[in-house]
């Protein structure tokens, strides 16, 4: 058994075994949901997911016809999906405290990853669900680059940006905000002066949810699908941006893992990018 929470705290559940998987997924949804590269859900019996509170706080996006996305109202954190006809719930590994018992068997919908999204380790790779599993993807309407732009929006759509000329940089991030705020193994984020950004529509629906403790970290999403969102910060004159909120590519690569101390337990960084335990020197 483990037991899983938001960012805030609001959200907080337990996830009893056995646990049958755990898995990488690619798919352009769950970048938007997640704001990342990929998410990566633990499966289990839907019997074993409990809720211990927050379920008043639990909001709901239809993302497919047979699609439920679940998040916080507060924080944004994705919750638990379930999957009645599978009989099966599949829950955010990063949200889920400890060293789960299990590691990640391998990646799915790497047939619509992220351009800059590098797939390092050597576990096995399905353009999309593994063969068998008895449902199939959501086509996604694809956005055609400009030149000098880099364009983005939430999951519904409703929320659009872009940011003029080339980012400043682009990072990994492996803290427990990040990973819970994020519900995903890591925060991958690009940056961008502020001044090269811009709101395209839906700017009211961007949410921010603050940590109390923390001097920088603000969480951004959609209100109505909970997709992440730019957090444009004016006293630091730049925007940080969710690099799964991407719909072109940024023209940059992730420099650098960095607060690789408070990494998963259950993700292994893998590939040449330089690892930090902390932030990079300077």
Not at 5 to 23: E, F
Not at 25 to 44: E, L, P, Q, W
Not at 98 to 108: A, E, R, V
Not at 230 to 236: E, M, T
């Amino acid at each position: 058994m483990a037991k899983g929470r938001c960012l805030c705290g609001a959200l907080a559940y337990q996830l009893d075994g056995p646990y049958s998987a755990m898995i990488h997924c690619h798919c352009s949804m769950c970048r938007k949901h997640h704001g990342t590269g990929f998410a990566t859900f633990v499966v289990a019996p839907i019997a074993g997911l409990r809720w211990i509170s927050g379920q008043d706080r639990l909001a709901l996006y239809r993302s497919s016809p047979k699609g439920v996305r679940t998040f916080c109202s507060a924080c944004g954190s994705a919750g638990p999906s379930t999957m009645p006809e599978h009989g099966i719930a599949a829950v955010p590994a990063a949200n889920l405290e400890g060293d789960l018992g299990i590691k990640p068997q391998g990646h799915i919908f790497v047939g619509s990853k992220a351009p800059w999204d590098a797939i390092t380790d050597a576990l096995p790779q399905f353009d999309a669900y593994p063969p068998g599993f008895g449902a199939e993807g959501v086509p996604r309407p694809a956005v055609t680059p400009r030149a000098g732009v880099t364009e983005g929006s939430c999951l519904c759509a409703e929320i659009g940006y872009e940011a003029t000329g080339a980012p400043v940089r682009m990072m990994c991030c492996h803290c427990s905000r990040c990973r819970l705020g994020r519900a995903a193994a890591h925060a991958t984020n690009v940056f961008f002066k502020l001044d090269q950004f811009r709101w395209v529509r839906g700017a009211a629906l961007a949410t921010e949810y603050k940590v109390a403790d923390a001097r920088f970290h603000t969480a951004a999403f959609c209100s109505r699908c909970g997709g992440k969102v730019p957090k444009p910060a004016a006293d630091r004159g730049i925007v940080v941006v969710p690099a799964g909120s991407l719909d072109t590519d940024p023209g940059l690569r992730p420099q650098a893992h960095i607060f690789v101390a408070d990494k998963a337990p259950w993700f292994d960084i893998t590939g040449p990018v330089p690892q930090f335990a902390g932030m990079p020197p300077g």
